[in-house]
């Protein structure tokens, strides 16, 4: 009986192309910025909802509101922002700070018309293009309402315009409507 001789094996070692290496390496870099992008939002609205639990109380300036504060009362005058007594949003109350912008890209502060319009503008667009608000179906007459800052605060630099859910008739609100997590100051 003849034996044959051995043959080596060889196992195939399949070499990836460049390009799929440069599609995978960007696709894992592009799913850790996504998964970053998420925890940070989390951890801002969860942040801004206990900051915001922690003062309820009190009376602040419109200009340190946080996304989440619900107030007692809620009269503007041309839609520039003033002093605010925060309550407890599972109480009646009167609005909610749900967008905080700064619009640095805005130079010069404008006459009171068309920051009004700015603001509202602004305002319009958060609602009108899907951000969402929480589940309104109770509040009919419920939109969003735009306060800018005086002149004075925004020559010192604080451009802020807010975006606070009121309802049109003046009937109280009651829960937390909030914009999703990432629109926040």
Known sequence: MTTE???PVTRGSRRWPVG????????AFLTLVLAFVLVATVLVGSSNAQAAAARIGTRVHGVDLITGDCVADFTQVAGVASHFQLVDCRTPHAAELVLYDNQNDVENYLSI??????????CDNTLHYGLSVG???AY????????????AEWERGNKAIQCFLINRDGSPLV???SLQPGSSK
Do not use: E, K
Request: no cysteine.
């Open 175 to 177: 829960g937390q409507y």
């Open 140 to 151: 009919p007459s419920a939109y969003l309402f735009g306060v800018f800052q005086t002149r």
């Open 135 to 137: 589940d309104l179906s």
């Open 5 to 7: 001789p051995a043959v």
């Open 20 to 27: 799929d290496i440069v599609l995978v390496s960007i696709a």
């Open 113 to 122: 018309d068309a920051m009004t319009d700015l603001a509202q503008t602004l």
